[in-house]
């Protein structure tokens, strides 16, 4: 990368100009005002550190000192209404409507900045990525960083002139668009995107995003065509590059998690790296849609991890059941 790259990327994009990075599409001036996704002009991030809850080839031993180096970054463009991460994704008065149409959007409903955060400069976010790297962590994991692409991206140009060598991971909801996902290509070493619905109707009521199963099955490709399959060094279990495509298993398989995995094995093939998350629990305003205000059965994760040994794949990450609230980082630590 030279300086004609991060000049290009600051061309893609200007809090100035009208937004339109994700699938959203809003054309929010975000130097006047933060756009669908809670972003303003500058990048917020939540929580920097050391996390253990990542897949194995990512965080390491469960136990161990070290973990993946994540940047959890405030607003999310997707907002799903069971979202773990709300306090830093969602700020309370982001979200207006009911359970029969909870993404009516108001205008004064997303006026403000979204989520738990502070405000950071790219240099800032670069000396975050080597500060992860001397305290030993395995990669620098990028959370939810879609909606500030071409900023990060800067951050990542300047850290790779600098010495980063750790790789880098593009941890993502997977609503995004191709044109945002192109700023990256060369910069991301690993993609963990989630695979969350292939169903629309799901998709439309839980995320107030119908488009979503056309649009994260694009960006997926997208993914997947910049950085391959899944590369493990041999000597460490880490993974060096590639894509693990997350698949969310909600209760009832109302996200149609099956779909999911078939599409994974038509398009991507059985050799892709897959991780079947049975992490869900009731969070946010699940309480809202009765059909999910509950955590995933033994039954149902074992029908799916089922389907996805009978469709043929050949590597793969399980998950127990059960998770809760204790596996979810502590966005309002100091």
């Given at each position: 990368?030279?300086?004609?790259?991060?000049?290009?990327?600051?061309?893609?994009?200007?809090?100035?100009?009208?937004?339109?990075?994700?699938?959203?599409?809003?054309?929010?001036?975000?130097?006047?005002?933060?756009?669908?996704?809670?972003?303003?002009?500058?990048?917020?991030?939540?929580l920097i550190q050391q996390h253990h809850g990542e897949e194995p080839v990512l965080s390491g031993p469960a136990l161990g000192p070290r973990g993946s180096g994540t940047i959890f970054f405030s607003g999310c463009a997707l907002g799903c209404v069971y979202c773990q991460n709300h306090d830093i994704s969602i700020e309370p008065a982001g979200?207006?409507?009911?359970?029969?149409?909870?993404?009516?959007?108001?205008?004064?409903?997303?006026?403000?900045?979204?989520?738990?955060?502070?405000?950071?400069?790219v240099d800032d976010l670069t000396a975050a990525m080597f500060e992860l790297q001397l305290s030993g962590a395995y990669n620098i994991n990028l959370v939810t960083a879609g909606h500030y692409a071409p900023l990060v991206r800067q951050a990542l140009l300047l850290a790779r002139e600098h010495g980063l060598t750790l790789p880098v991971v593009w941890n993502s909801s997977s609503y995004e668009t191709v044109e945002t996902l192109r700023l990256l290509d060369g910069l991301v070493d690993i993609y963990l995107p989630d695979l969350r619905y292939l169903d629309a109707t799901a998709a439309a009521r839980y995320s107030g995003a119908p488009d979503y199963p056309r649009v994260a099955t694009y960006a997926i490709c997208e993914m997947r065509r910049q950085v391959g399959d899944l590369v493990v060094d041999e000597s460490t279990g880490l993974a060096k590059?590639?894509?693990?495509?997350?698949?969310?298993?909600?209760?009832?398989?109302?996200?149609?998690?099956?779909?999911?995995?078939?599409?994974?094995?038509?398009?991507?093939?059985?050799?892709?790296?897959?991780?079947?998350?049975?992490?869900?629990?009731?969070?946010?305003?699940?309480?809202?849609?009765?059909?999910i205000n509950r955590g995933v059965t033994d039954g149902e994760y074992g029908k799916l991890f089922d389907h996805f040994e009978e469709l043929g794949?050949?590597?793969?990450?399980?998950?127990a059941v059960g998770s809760s609230e204790n596996g979810t980082p502590d966005f309002r630590q100091k």
């Amino acid at each position: 990368m030279n300086s004609e790259n991060a000049m290009d990327a600051e061309a893609a994009w200007s809090p100035d100009a009208p937004c339109f990075l994700c699938p959203r599409a809003c054309g929010a001036v975000r130097s006047r005002r933060p756009g669908r996704c809670g972003g303003g002009a500058a990048m917020r991030v939540a929580l920097i550190q050391q996390h253990h809850g990542e897949e194995p080839v990512l965080s390491g031993p469960a136990l161990g000192p070290r973990g993946s180096g994540t940047i959890f970054f405030s607003g999310c463009a997707l907002g799903c209404v069971y979202c773990q991460n709300h306090d830093i994704s969602i700020e309370p008065a982001g979200t207006a409507g009911s359970a029969e149409s909870p993404h009516r959007i108001e205008r004064d409903g997303w006026d403000g900045l979204r989520g738990l955060g502070r405000e950071i400069g790219v240099d800032d976010l670069t000396a975050a990525m080597f500060e992860l790297q001397l305290s030993g962590a395995y990669n620098i994991n990028l959370v939810t960083a879609g909606h500030y692409a071409p900023l990060v991206r800067q951050a990542l140009l300047l850290a790779r002139e600098h010495g980063l060598t750790l790789p880098v991971v593009w941890n993502s909801s997977s609503y995004e668009t191709v044109e945002t996902l192109r700023l990256l290509d060369g910069l991301v070493d690993i993609y963990l995107p989630d695979l969350r619905y292939l169903d629309a109707t799901a998709a439309a009521r839980y995320s107030g995003a119908p488009d979503y199963p056309r649009v994260a099955t694009y960006a997926i490709c997208e993914m997947r065509r910049q950085v391959g399959d899944l590369v493990v060094d041999e000597s460490t279990g880490l993974a060096k590059s590639g894509i693990i495509v997350r698949v969310l298993a909600l209760p009832g398989d109302m996200g149609r998690a099956d779909l999911a995995l078939d599409w994974i094995a038509d398009t991507l093939g059985t050799d892709t790296a897959v991780s079947l998350m049975g992490q869900y629990y009731p969070a946010y305003r699940a309480a809202e849609f009765p059909e999910i205000n509950r955590g995933v059965t033994d039954g149902e994760y074992g029908k799916l991890f089922d389907h996805f040994e009978e469709l043929g794949f050949t590597l793969g990450f399980a998950q127990a059941v059960g998770s809760s609230e204790n596996g979810t980082p502590d966005f309002r630590q100091k």
